[in-house]
């Protein structure tokens, strides 16, 4: 009995043991997924010290102007940084993706509403989201209603969601270039007699050096992000400490609130201005929620409430107890701070930091771009995966080269760091302002919030965020135009893009072909089958392209097997895989089918060309046979409704034919024979012709979209499609 008792304990020892190490090798990886995000997530806000007093219209300031310009600091980084994105934004999370575009997606999927080209509205039953906000009416808030109902709402919230995109794409332009710039310019302490351009010109080989690097992806050189940033946090929250001990021990008397009002009421209008440049230390901030789909909530959450949030706080305390000792100091360099002993390693360590601060804003640059691609608000561009694990991890060179010119003009024309500065305050408080307004539809939306509770948390951050706005649009004339000439420049390519592709789906949708239609052409006696596997690409999704009529009746011919296949954008970051390809048999004629590919913003649609052929084919067989066995991989509505408006009946009735052993063996060996004798895909070119019957408006914005549409990437090399594969078919469209 004793030996039994022994080996219960020693088992349950065991099982203890086991358990105690998997959890402590799950705090590891968590510990070192937090430990990656320094390099990652956090650059642009753990460098914003190096130019945030600088760049503060500060005139002849007192001791109590420094405590309350630090307590404003010190209450944006906590009410901002700590309670909107670390506790709140960071659960509004699209299936892990962040994000302002995210947050658009999430709402629009909630509420089964859209405004893009490339999706339907989505499938309740594959949504994850409560079926209560789709289908229980009764229950369905005022404000869905609104969005449901008024196009005006929707293309509201499509304005927002641009917007952010837009500024978001600003913020990795003026990133590298404030960064790099402010970090090069140190150089000028010790050195007085170093010009300004000397310092442009510096910048500028940095930055293209940094521009070039890119299309090694992130993964090959964030190994050293990490240490360059965690050495960067921890030298100058030493310095802070350092800092704060000789020059001003109660520097933390600030964290009271009444700083605040006794700055404003002292200053007025000279305070309110100062809000332009106290609103640079939470840059960066945004980064902590679009970066989100490359980590996770908990690890990006332990690494900013234990490491930057507190190195912040303790560096701008520090530089503040600085200047009130150093008065004279005010409108100095970041490096005046820095004791002269260790001023060249510092030097260095922040030349890097910045480069680092520039490679997340621009990854998030890249991340986004290629969501408005996959959208279709923005015309086709190369996105490259740099990695094979993460997905997310993109690189596109054409974005890689505009960006780098932009930012290269940005510090050769307004080299001036005030007028950056200016440029930089305004994208990021429209960025956070446009998130506040998104997380409020969400808490009233989906998470159903009581009313009180968004109330509050609207009227503390839109007032804050606004009062910010409104300080920053102060210095539109001085810099703060930058970030809105390029978000129109981009806007009016989105919208130019959106406009086009909208009018040709309109007009395929007017004369689309339909199951009648189609039966008419195929049993037209002239038209012959020929060998070979055909893709037909077409836009819509309710009916056949009228492109495919042109061909028909051009050619006089039809491929052994044709699929009519349509790429479908779903608004979820990733497509489960069981949903991925979806197929049926298309009218009476022998080897015609419909097939839906349908992917995510998160999804990897790069295929190699052979890859994607036997994926499809493989699918398209395991279709056939799953029917033949009863095994219907969904029902005739659902079909219906993912693939067309065919007649839901005479598709049952095609798969029911397929019971025949004969008949499916014979289909098989048809589907062999096509594959054997080679693949061909079909698209149309088609073009607008545009009559002297249309309006001014139609002719400025469809030749604008017809320069767009003839100078970017075919669709079909995006999926890897090989061109002596691939047939274009012109037509044009009457506009």
């Not at 007017?510 to 060998?531: A, C, E, M």
């Amino acid at each position: 009995m004793a030996l039994l008792y022994c080996c219960l304990n020693s088992l349950m020892l065991r099982d203890c043991y086991a358990r105690w190490k998997a959890a402590a090798g799950r705090w590891a990886e968590t510990l070192l997924v937090a430990y990656k995000t320094l390099g990652v997530v956090f650059g642009g806000l753990v460098t914003s010290p190096l130019y945030v007093y600088s760049l503060m219209p500060l005139k002849s300031p007192t001791v109590d102007d420094y405590l309350g310009i630090y307590s404003i600091m010190f209450w944006t980084l906590t009410l901002i940084g700590v309670v909107k994105y670390a506790t709140i934004a960071l659960r509004a999370d699209d299936d892990g993706e962040g994000g302002t575009f995210s947050l658009y997606s999430l709402l629009c999927r909630s509420m089964n509403i859209t405004e893009t080209l490339s999706s339907r509205p989505s499938n309740p039953k594959s949504s994850s989201l409560p079926r209560s906000i789709y289908d229980d009416t009764q229950n369905q808030t005022s404000m869905v209603k609104v969005f449901r109902e008024s196009i005006v709402a929707r293309r509201l919230l499509l304005f927002i969601a641009m917007l952010g995109m837009c500024m978001l794409i600003g913020d990795g332009i003026l990133t590298p270039a404030i960064s790099v710039w402010s970090a090069i310019d140190g150089i000028r302490a010790p050195f007085p007699s170093v010009s300004s351009s000397v310092v442009k010109v510096l910048s500028t080989a940095v930055l293209v050096i940094l521009f070039m690097v890119q299309k090694f992806g992130t993964s090959r050189v964030s190994f050293m992000f990490s240490p360059i940033m965690g050495a960067w946090s921890l030298s100058i929250m030493l310095v802070g400490i350092y800092s704060i001990i000789r020059h001003y021990p109660s520097i933390f008397k600030a964290v009271s609130p009444h700083y605040i009002f006794r700055f404003f009421w002292r200053n007025g209008k000279e305070g309110w201005l100062t809000l332009g440049g106290t609103v640079l230390c939470i840059t960066g901030s945004e980064a902590l929620f679009a970066d989100l789909g490359h980590f996770n909530r908990s690890t990006i959450q332990i690494a900013f409430l234990s490491a930057i949030y507190p190195c912040l706080v303790v560096t701008y305390a520090g530089q503040t107890a600085y200047l009130i000792n150093n008065q004279n100091d005010h409108n100095a360099e970041f490096h005046n701070f820095i004791p002269s002993v260790i001023y060249w390693p510092m030097f260095v360590v922040s030349t890097l930091a910045a480069i680092v601060a520039s490679q997340s804003l621009i990854s998030a640059a890249f991340s986004v771009i290629k969501q408005a691609v996959q959208l279709d608000y923005f015309p086709r561009v190369k996105v490259v995966h740099t990695s094979l694990s993460k997905e997310g991890e993109v690189y596109s060179p054409e974005v890689n080269y505009i960006l780098m010119i932009l930012s290269v003009a940005v510090i050769l024309i307004f080299g001036d760091g005030k007028d950056m500065g200016n440029a930089y305050g305004v994208v990021v408080s429209l960025v956070m302002l446009i998130t506040t307004i998104l997380l409020t539809l969400v808490m009233i939306i989906i998470w159903r919030t009581p009313p009180v509770l968004v109330a509050l948390y609207f009227s503390v951050f839109f007032v804050i965020e606004g009062v910010y706005v409104s300080a920053v649009f102060n210095k539109i004339t001085e810099g703060g135009w930058i970030p809105f000439a390029i978000s129109f420049i981009l806007a009016f390519i989105m919208f130019g893009w959106y406009y086009g592709r909208q009018r040709k789906v309109t007009y395929e949708l007017t004369h689309k072909i339909t199951l009648d239609r189609l039966g008419v052409l195929l049993s037209d006696p002239s038209v012959q089958r020929v060998p070979g596997f055909c893709f037909f690409y077409t836009n819509i999704q309710d009916g056949i392209t009228p492109v495919f009529e042109h061909y028909v009746k051009k050619m006089k011919s039809l491929h052994q097997v044709t699929m009519f296949t349509t790429l479908r954008y779903r608004l979820v970051p990733k497509v489960a895989p069981h949903e991925r390809i979806l197929f049926c048999k298309i009218g009476q004629q022998k080897g015609v089918y419909g097939c839906v590919i349908q992917y995510g913003y998160a999804d990897l649609l790069n295929l190699e060309g052979d890859d994607f052929v036997s994926h499809v084919t493989n699918s398209l067989r395991a279709h056939i046979q799953d029917c033949s066995a009863g095994r219907l991989p969904s029902d005739p509505a659902e079909i219906q409704q993912e693939l067309s408006n065919l007649d839901a009946a005479q598709i049952q009735q095609e798969q029911s034919n397929l019971d025949d052993p004969a008949e499916i063996q014979q289909e098989l060996s048809n589907l062999e024979e096509a594959i054997s004798a080679g693949i061909v895909h079909v698209r149309g070119k088609t073009r607008f012709h545009i009559g002297k019957s249309c309006g001014w408006f139609d002719k400025i914005m469809l030749a604008f979209y017809e320069v767009l549409h003839s100078n970017c990437r075919s669709a079909l090399p995006a999926l890897g499609v090989p061109l002596p594969q691939c047939i274009e078919v012109g037509m044009l469209y009457e506009a």
